[in-house]
């Protein structure tokens, strides 16, 4: 995993390389989504199917689980079967990837540019940005960097330390499926009730190591744990809260609250809400807590890696 890391932080997923074999995430997506179009028919209850949800869910983790522990068991032993696993797990980690696209959006916003600031922030989160000033782009671009420095890196990263290559790709076709059709939505509300469920399962301690990986890289530590204990809670998530506060906390900022996305008006309380809103400034000292972060989360793995023995 401490491969995977250090290949994507340093080349991403380069474009040359999506165009001309696309990337497993876009793979898992073309799956879910032909499961979707065939099982998930409107016109059936809600019990048939939510029972369909779970059998697209169940047949999606092990088709991903089953085929990386083949290609783990044709993997040499030593040093060069972990560096060929962390080249494998290398495109399902996502460091430079949000990293980028965070930034793509604090570069126009700190310029002025605020319609290049919508355009780049509505890449990465679900409301609508019209309507979002500076503060409101900046708070809804730190969120996601908060939310997906956990979904993206830690919780891959976790799961891939805990259960090797198959970890890491369950996992990610676990939070995919998530992304796509765990909302409650007329269209998915059953049928993507397992796989929302499951999401949930899966991210629980994730998401806590990553606030507090980001108390702990901060400036702020006491007062980010703080207002991670005291607010994560009362997000409308039982996940997304504990980095969403912590990182808030950091950086002095208040996160969450009101949004508009495109269907309806969601009154979200707020995370750390005596603070501030987020200025284009404040993303820029987020990007640097983020990494903080990804190199703690190195040394991190490295540590464990000289405390179990090298392979």
Request: aromatic share 4%; no cysteine.
């Amino acid at each position: 995993m401490l491969v995977a890391l250090m290949l994507d932080a340093a080349v991403g997923w380069p474009q040359n390389l999506y165009a001309r074999v696309g990337h497993p995430v876009t793979w898992l997506g073309a799956l879910i989504d032909a499961g979707d179009r065939r099982l998930n028919r409107p016109k059936a209850s809600d019990v048939s199917r939510r029972v369909a949800g779970v059998v697209l869910a169940g047949g999606v983790i092990v088709l991903a689980a089953g085929i990386a522990q083949a290609a783990s068991h044709l993997l040499p032993e030593g040093r060069i079967g972990v560096i060929l696993t962390g080249i494998l797990a290398w495109p399902l980690v996502a460091a430079r990837s949000l990293h980028d696209h965070v930034n793509a959006v604090a570069r126009p916003l700190a310029a002025g540019d605020l319609a290049g600031a919508r355009r780049a922030v509505s890449m990465i989160v679900g409301r609508n940005p019209d309507p979002l000033d500076g503060a409101g782009i900046a708070r809804a671009a730190a969120e996601s960097l908060a939310e997906n420095t956990s979904d993206g890196i830690v919780a891959p990263l976790f799961w891939g330390m805990l259960l090797g290559l198959p970890g890491i790709a369950a996992y990610k076709a676990i939070n995919t499926m998530d992304s796509m059709i765990g909302h409650r939505t007329p269209r998915h509300e059953a049928f993507g009730w397992a796989a929302a469920r499951i999401d949930d399962v899966v991210n629980l301690a994730p998401a806590r190591l990553t606030g507090l990986l980001f108390a702990l890289a901060s400036s702020r530590p006491v007062t980010a744990l703080r207002v991670m204990l005291r607010d994560a809670r009362s997000h409308r998530s039982p996940n997304a809260g504990w980095p969403e506060a912590a990182f808030a906390g950091a950086l002095g900022i208040r996160l969450s609250g009101p949004r508009t996305y495109a269907d309806r008006v969601a009154d979200e309380p707020w995370l750390n809400g005596t603070a501030p809103e987020p200025q284009p400034a404040d993303l820029a000292r987020g990007l640097a807590l983020y990494r903080r972060v990804m190199v703690m989360l190195a040394i991190l793995m490295a540590l464990i890696i000289l405390l179990n023995g090298l392979p």
